[in-house]
């Protein structure tokens, strides 16, 4: 009986303590949360925000540390749901805005988001991140000035920016225009991965090809090649330093054929000017049968229809090469090519009157062309 009294009174003493400890205050529940976010542990130290907020409803700090919380937890509607309340309970700071523009940002709210962000760096220029999401917005909307804009701020300002920004910055400032500018911020890219490197190289090949820096180009485009072999990019472009720029014809074959070779679904642009240079060989013969793919893959440009018609008609095939000519100034009424060489081809097959009319349908678009026409058409 003594037994059962005895742990009676201790059952009692045990409850009696347990009443008699304090429950935790909201500020208690907001410090643990502090705490666990720091450790991250999100989950839970959303349920110590949660219980801080249950105490005091209007709890701005914990309301916006709960939002923080879901926004790492991927609940942006309920992060959003939290953010939203604090605004209302007080003057919302730099990092409120950003917790916000962030979830609707995830929440592909893009409109909101961009105002948050902009929001986020009227309150403090200094808040990198929102740059740096700014500009990936921006960047999905191919709006590459204000990217560019962005990520510049974001690598210029951060003290450890995410390396694949620079990159990011070269690309932008390359569709732009802006070619030393780019090489700048390319130059500040180091990669991790032998497709990395390669994109680097290519880019900057891309640069120094449009500021005609040939050398450099070849060197930044044989780079790339060295860290990826099979880059039909990398390929294409070399080839188009030697095509456009330094007019070394023989090399611009090489690297088209190895683009077409390597990558054919994306090197079809280069079937026009591969055509273009086997004509300047006098090699007619490869040249037509290039320039006939090239029609395959875009039959409305009548540049291809202009080159295949004189590879015909330096070959002597002057009906074939007249059909081609009469597609071409369908497609292209300026096609001033088109109007000469089929004066030519008319004045072969011995149909005067139709070279006269080809003259004067180019005289308007061509004066020298013209003329020189006129004259094969008088024999002179």
Known sequence: MFRYI??????FFIMTAAVAQPAKTATEFYRDGLNLKKEQKYKDALKAFKAAIQKKPEYADALYEA???????EQYKDGLAYLQKVKKIKSPTSKIYFETAYAFDNLGETDDAILNYKKTIELNPQYYSAYKSLGDIYYDLKDYEHASENFTEY????EYPDNEYYYKAGWCLNELGKYEDALEYLEQYVPDTADDNAKKYVET????YALKKNDEAIAAYNKAIAY?????????????VYYENT?????AIQYYELAIQNDEENSKECLYKLGWCYNDKNEYGKAASILEKAILYKPDASSNREELAYAYYME????IALIQLQKAV?????????YYYMGLCYLARDRKDDALDAYEKLKPLNSDLSEQLLKKINGE
């Open 6 to 11: 005895l742990m009676g009174g201790f059952i």
């Open 67 to 73: 939002g923080a919380c879901c926004n790492k937890l």
């Open 155 to 158: 690598l210029d300002g951060d």
């Open 205 to 208: 090949g891309y640069a120094n």
């Open 228 to 240: 990826k072999a099979d880059y039909g990019r990398a390929f294409r472009e070399l080839g188009d």
């Open 247 to 251: 007019k070394e014809y023989d090399k």
């Open 316 to 319: 002597e095939k002057y009906d």
């Open 330 to 338: 369908l497609l292209d009424s300026k096609s001033t090519l088109g």
